[in-house]
């Protein structure tokens, strides 16, 4: 079978951020004038009042202090509490795909691959800004890369399915050199009014270069050594936004069409899973966890990251171990993981083991173990 590594890496970071601080000054002047319009409802037990928030709540949560936003315009805004995005015209670059091709010539560069050693891309991320055409045609388009593209939907595991679809079209020789682009544009989908998930997520890009070993001249790989999937179907994080609120006369825009979790139910299930997840893969190729270099693990919560890796390694993780970057970048959905990679890679040597790893709503799991070369 064809050795298959991954040869470059490329993380784009949009120019403005969100801090905490900023985030809940604008949502306490929200929560505080909706309370008083409402004061009467409240009053009756009819409407549920807006509990205030604090900078210390949401980093004790979730180890966040900042996020990256493709559009800070209008977040802060107490009369709208949403990106306020400029339209682009159909003959224009979207958004999204201007997103891609940015992380993707960072990954290119790195991999040192042309648009013609490249005959396959793949965006995958949470979200796409339209149904069709494909984000990842058009990104095709605008690098100059002959061969195929498709999109692919798989919430916070999109990154690393992603990747298993490279890694397997190069192995079976059905392509020669993928790009897979992770341009998370998550904002939008954000409810900003909501204290439990206004501060989650936050906007970037990411980029991988997949290819078989014998055309890689990079400086820097890892060959990939095994990956593995798994899916579970909850409804504990969800979105409902789609094309069928036209037809069923709901509002496109209500609170259930944007992002929403029970965060309890989250972690208590998904954190044993993805641990169980990830000690078999590594057993199951020969490998035992304190031979495992480093995990670069799903962005979503430092506390869920620090329970995995504790459940592994049976101690506290040492600090470049299990990398967080949720401090700076906020959850990034499915490109989390792969940030904690591009930033926390170059320090290893040859034959240590790493594992790559995402998980999110589906639930879903996907993970890669790669060997530096």
């Known amino acids: 079978m064809t050795s298959v590594v991954i040869s470059g ?29 409402h004061a009467q409802e409240i009053s009756n037990g009819t ?29 802060l805004d107490v009369d709208r509490m949403r990106p306020l995005l400029p339209e682009r015209g159909e003959d224009e670059l979207s958004h999204q795909a201007e997103m891609a091709v940015n992380a993707a010539k960072m990954a ?31 990104v095709q388009q605008a690098l100059g890369i002959e061969g195929f593209a498709f999109d692919m939907l798989v919430a916070c595991s999109a990154a690393t399915f992603a990747l298993h679809r490279a890694y397997d079209a190069v192995a079976a020789g059905s392509a020669q050199c993928v790009l897979v682009i ?54 504990n994080i969800r979105s409902n936004f789609g094309y069928l609120s036209y037809a069923d006369d709901s509002d496109p825009y209500a609170t259930d ?16 899973l993805a641990a169980d997840h990830l000690q078999g893969q590594v057993e199951k190729i020969g490998l035992s966890v304190p031979d495992v270099k480093r995990w670069w693990l799903h962005q979503a919560n430092i506390n869920m990251n620090d329970f995995i890796v504790r459940r592994l ?5 040492k600090l470049r171990e299990a990398p967080i970057v949720l401090d700076e970048f906020a959850n990034t959905a499915s490109a989390g993981s792969i940030i904690a990679f591009h930033l926390y890679h170059e320090d290893l040597i040859a034959g240590d083991v790493g ?8 639930y879903s799991i996907g993970s890669l173990i790669v060997r530096k070369r």
Not at 213 to 225: D, K
């Open 108 to 138: 290119m560069s790195a991999a040192r691959k042309k648009p013609a050693d490249i005959d396959m891309v793949v965006v995958s991320c949470a979200y796409t800004q339209r149904a069709y055409p494909a984000i990842a045609i058009e």
């Open 9 to 37: 890496s490329g993380l784009w970071k949009p120019a403005e951020t969100v801090t905490n601080e900023e985030l809940v000054q604008a949502y306490n002047a929200y929560a505080q004038k909706y309370n008083a319009i």
């Open 47 to 75: 409407v549920v009042e807006k509990p205030l928030s604090s900078a210390a709540f949401i980093e004790k949560a979730s180890g966040i202090k900042q996020r990256y936003t493709y559009c800070k315009a209008g977040i």
């Open 182 to 235: 992770n341009p998370e544009l998550t904002t939008p989908q954000i409810n900003f009014t909501d204290r439990d998930g206004h501060f989650i997520f936050g906007d970037v890009s990411t980029a991988v270069i997949v290819e078989s070993s014998q055309t890689c001249t990079s400086s820097v790989s890892f060959e990939v050594l095994g990956t593995q999937a798994v899916t579970r179907y909850s409804n």
């Open 257 to 272: 069409k944007l992002f929403h979790q029970n965060g309890r139910k989250v972690f208590k299930e998904v954190c044993p």
């Open 355 to 362: 594992v790559i790893c995402s998980f999110g709503a589906g």
């Open 313 to 317: 390694l049976g101690r506290e993780p």
